[in-house]
């Protein structure tokens, strides 16, 4: 006979049977980790989900507007001409040219995107717009011939429908006192068409007629570089050739930061998941390591238990994750309402909310499942791999971890976070900030078990003999089981802390906001020339200022200025700027010379977008041709767009003579009735030729801090589900330990404890896990915020936060872990109480 | 795997074994140059006092734990010098092990605890089952086959893991307090049994137990005292 000589066949059905059965007879283990893990991937896959469909409606939008443009021809100042159009292709035979204007305008009351275009040179262009028929011959076809009609106007879908349209039917557009009846020529319902909601195609004359305007605002181009060189060179003194999307960077950028940062939200949700898993897997094994211990003297090699745990998780993880991605399909599209609502507010005036399915992100949120409960139960697994035979006698209970490996734990803890801590001191990119974020919360998670230990035997230590015998047995209890609760209350700090992290930087963001609107918003009221036009004339001016009750504080210049980075808003301000503002970065002599009108102030997004800083030379078109300025400081900006600049005044009115301003801010006279003088200036708005508005500064403040709390209402529900996730942690925990401690309870039930006792026994270890993951939550949330404000928000935006802790958030913080602890710990409680007394007496 | 019986075969030999544990920091000596022979076929009765070294000798001469200074030989294979997983291999087909605890896998029947080890063993399920069920018949417990382990009781569990143990005709079986947890009567059942098996198969058996009684139903009695093992006659008073 030899030992090793012939090694028998590997048929291990049984064990996977047995296995099977355990996770059977544990039912409620098996469908708390079920839960988590379909609660992390649910949360991923809507998550990916909505985002890729609202990245998706984005570039749709950028599309429906340019479509697959190469070029475009603008100019510095004011339109381009008609007559350059025609030189052009006269001239230089560029055929894959098109004219393009654009404005804004009501129909039936409801605001939409008027989109100029010339039919017959659309289709030389061959431009493709999303919803319109993608072949030449069909684009002539199907729509743009339509446009030929007199006063013939296209539109989308359901679009035509929510104004009650058909073909034929007769649309009202108005602009000030210009109004046309135009006669809906067809429907666009091609492919994509959802993007071009909101958008009114009509013939160029129309629109120049409705808007009062002539020109247009670009010639649209589709060339090859040398093509573009040619007419680089042939181009007359005033216009640019400027390549297409140049100024959509900005936005893509803002938008991808946007959906990054709900992405990270969306994975810490699958960390805390992880470590139910985690929990919940070492729990399931520990329970077995006698039975491990019998396979492993009956001669199962290590290593198949080591398969068998792994094998177990992975299709736990599997059928987890399938429920998740179903349950993600469901929650995206409620999660794609919000975000594109939050994108439509930030970005852009349309909101796209057509939900595209997307294959890949269902794979790879079940590989993500999959493969997380795997990893997760990667330890517990080697740890029933080590399980030695002999441990049969001499094994550790369930849940306890011998001091070493809880010292083991916080040093590898402290290691992450000292790791994290320089990943964000080397002032990387965003995806080293993320990467920075999660080892500090990692290495909170291996922290956490060492110090509750360590309070919980203070405590003991300090109040032992005071504390009563049940009291002092709970927290052995727990203290006994670390291991295990010492995970769940990680968990719950986690998503606790998620809340607090969230919160203050929301609470810190809102704080900003407000305080920057009362900087930069001057007066009480501002009447302001919506439309693109040559801003308010003179004459409106004086009939403004000439109304009884009414002051004026402040004039707003407003222009678009072409520069090295693509189009931005130059702004300047009457008698100055350096009042209005709220500034960041501002050296003394580089604002004597800015207030000399030498020098740019540059908005902080699109400095931080651009590297550019106080010293720097941003070069822009002027009518001579290129030009120079440096910049003399950064002004806090938290309006989105391109990006945004101030100029000092005099240099504006020579760059764009005759230019008024955009906004008068008003103050009203104490004496002023403001009802009428409101009253007044919106007859004023009505009647005047152009576009205008009048709105009271409460009013923006109000709906502009509206629109805040509407764009991070999707953070609310990541934020609950993450706690949801950390509560069925935490349920798991305790139910665990009520299981394994029901012979000691039934002792302490025989022994004359009543079941009220035993259950406050319970529910006092669960508020102890509740008020220790709440404490443990705040340190934690107030160091993701840091992180959150000073390293994520700053560098996917471009934002500078103040700074604030707003209390309640902290003291909701403590009370949400004590309520999701006590809600946890109430069904192992009831459980408690029906338990019988005779189970003391009975045999193992 | 059947052996035939040869009692005049040296089948274990144990030789210069000792063993160390560290226990609170401090080592402990439990087995102190140990030499032990087993001949093929023979049942022998290891006494001793709680601590003293028994399970740890069950341990070493299974191969569960390494040897720290000595030779083990089983059936002519010098353990200490196979691997861990060697060892697993090795007592996965040679050995078969009885606990005071039955030590059965709790999510599995008495017919599948059984089925286990012939499975591990190469067999097909369907063979395994089919033996499995025959043994438990044969033993007068064919009617329990389909209960789990806490659905049965304590002589019956015992019985199974007895059944277990020798399912595929292991060489050398070892029992550490295979009575220690019944009553008398269902304890001498065991016994009886578990001897009859034993001899049916012509394996040999190293039975560690507290029981004078019970050792006296081995050929032969060693006690463990010290570290080392002395032979006693069948009638000495312990």
Known sequence: MSATSTLPGSGKRLLWRAAWRHAARHRWQSWLSLAGIALGVMMVVAVELANSSAARAFELSVAALDGNLTHRIVAQQGAVDDTVFAALRRELGVRASAPSLRGEVLADGQRLTLIGLDPLSEAALQRRRPGFALEPAQLLRAGLLALAQPRGVLLQGDTARALGLEPGAVLHLQNGPRSVDAELAAVLDGPDAQAVEGLVFADIALVQTLLGRSGMDSIDLRVDAATAQRIAAWLPPGLTLVEAGTDDAALVQFSRAFRTNLSAMSLLALLVAALLIYNTVSLSVLERLPTFGVLRALGVAPRTLLRLVLGESAVLGLAASLVGVLLGLGLAQFLLRLVTRTMSDLYFTRSVTEFAFDIGVLNRGLLLGVGITVLAALLPALQAARVAPVSLQRQLPPGQLSHRRLRQLAGAGLALLAGGYLLLATQASLVAGFAALNLLIFGCCLLIPWLLDGALALWLRLTLRWLSQPLRLSLRNLRSSIGRSGLAVAALAVAVSVTVGVGVMIGSFRYTIEVWLDQTLGGEVQFTRLDDGAGISPTLERTVLELPGVRATNFQYRHTLRTEFGEVQAFAHRPDALGSLYLKQAPANALAAFAAGEGVLLAEPFAWLHGLAVGDVLRYTDATGDARMPVAGVYFDYTTGPGALELPLARFQALWPGQGPRQISLELTDDADRAAVLGALRRLAQTTDGNFGVAANADIEAITLAIFDRTFAITDVLRLLAIGVAFVGVLSALSAQQLQRQREYALLRAVGMDSGQVARMMLTQTLVMGLGAGLLALPLGLMMSQVLIDVINLRSFGWSMQHRVPLFVLGQAVLLALLAALLAGMYPALRLMRLSPALASRAQ | ?238
């Open chain 2, 1 to 238: 795997m059947a052996v035939a019986p040869q009692p005049q075969t040296a089948f274990v030999n144990v030789a210069g074994l000792s063993h160390d544990y560290v226990q609170g920091g401090t080592r402990q000596r439990v087995l102190h140059d140990l030499t032990l022979t087993l001949r093929r076929g023979e049942s022998v009765a290891l006494l001793g006092r709680s601590g003293g070294g028994k399970t740890t000798l069950l341990n070493l001469v299974s191969g569960i734990e390494a040897v720290q200074r000595g030779e083990v030989t089983v059936a002519g294979t010098r353990l200490t010098a196979l691997d861990e997983t060697a060892r697993t291999h090795f007592r996965r087909r040679h050995i078969g092990f009885i606990y005071q605890f039955f030590n059965l896998v709790p999510s599995l029947t008495a017919q599948e605890n059984i089925a286990l080890v012939l499975e591990l063993n190469g067999a097909s399920l369907q063979a395994a089952m089919a033996r499995a069920a025959t043994l438990l018949s044969d033993c007068g417990l064919g009617e329990r086959a389909g209960h789990f382990a806490g659905e049965l009781s304590g002589g019956e569990q015992q019985r199974v893991a007895i059944l277990r143990a020798l399912a595929h005709n292991p060489a050398l079986v070892l029992a550490d307090e295979p009575t220690g947890n019944l009553d008398a009567a269902s304890g001498q059942a065991m016994l009886a049994l578990l001897h009859a098996q034993v001899r049916a198969q012509g394996s040999t058996l190293l039975l560690v137990t507290h029981s004078l009684a019970v050792a006296r139903t081995a050929d032969r009695i060693l006690t463990l005292e010290q570290g080392g093992i002395h032979e006693r006659d069948v009638d000495f008073a312990w």
